[in-house]
């Protein structure tokens, strides 16, 4: 499979290090693919095609965004909805905003994963891995404990490619239902994501 990753920080880089541990051809976008970031990107992440947004989108079978939510929409302008179309694109981001010392939801009442839709109608977008930081997002290692990585999506065929993509990197899928759903994941990521800043990133959610 291509996977293009949109998006090359902390997230992207995790997530395409994955695809191509798994044997999959990685293209991984960049606002500035000539730069020294790219060529570093392009060590870390041997065997990974360090491009620009829409080559990466027109290339891409799967589609990755992992872009902050303040970028969303530029990356996805970059991305061109027409070279996404018809493909699953996983949505990564979470909308927060500081609030005194606490980090909370800064999203309105349309989760970001709906927004994304709107701007992609011809894709399939589904929510997943945003419950969870970019350390503890590749074969996380609880012990005999797989953690649970909620998804959603109005697509069951996308849902489903996307739950094979889940288990390989470690994980247990859970189906959270369709992308009205991701207003209450997205919300939830603000429980990791507090935690983790009181705790230390390796946690995770797991349902039992």
């Not at 044997?23 to 095609?49: F, M, Q």
């Not at 018809?86 to 980090?103: E, F, M, R, S, Y």
């Not at 996307?162 to 959270?176: A, C, K, M, N, R």
Request: proline share 3%; net charge negative.
């Amino acid at each position: 499979m291509i996977v293009g990753i949109l998006g090359s920080g902390a997230v992207g880089t995790t997530l395409a290090k994955g695809f191509l541990a798994e044997g999959h051809e990685v293209y991984i976008a960049t606002r500035e693919p000539d730069s020294e970031k790219a060529a570093s990107l392009k060590t870390d992440l041997a065997g990974a095609t360090v491009t620009d947004f829409a080559t990466a989108a027109k290339s891409a079978e799967l589609a990755v965004l992992c872009v902050k939510s303040d970028g969303v929409e530029a990356a996805l302008q970059l991305a061109g909805a027409e070279n996404l179309a018809g493909k699953v694109v996983i949505d990564t981001t979470n909308v927060i905003k500081p609030v005194g010392d606490a980090l909370v939801y800064g999203g309105g009442e349309v989760s970001m994963a709906e927004q994304i839709q709107e701007w992609l109608p011809d894709s399939s977008v589904v929510k997943a891995f945003n419950t969870v930081g970019a350390a503890t997002m590749l074969n996380p290692d609880f012990g005999d404990q797989k953690p649970t990585m909620f998804i959603a999506g109005d697509d069951a065929e996308a849902k489903q490619s996307v739950s094979v993509i889940v288990t390989l990197f470690g994980w247990e899928p859970l189906d959270s239902g369709g992308l009205i759903q991701s207003r209450s994941l997205e919300a939830m990521a603000l429980v990791w994501i507090n935690n983790s800043i009181a705790t230390g990133p390796h946690h995770a959610f797991k349902m039992l």
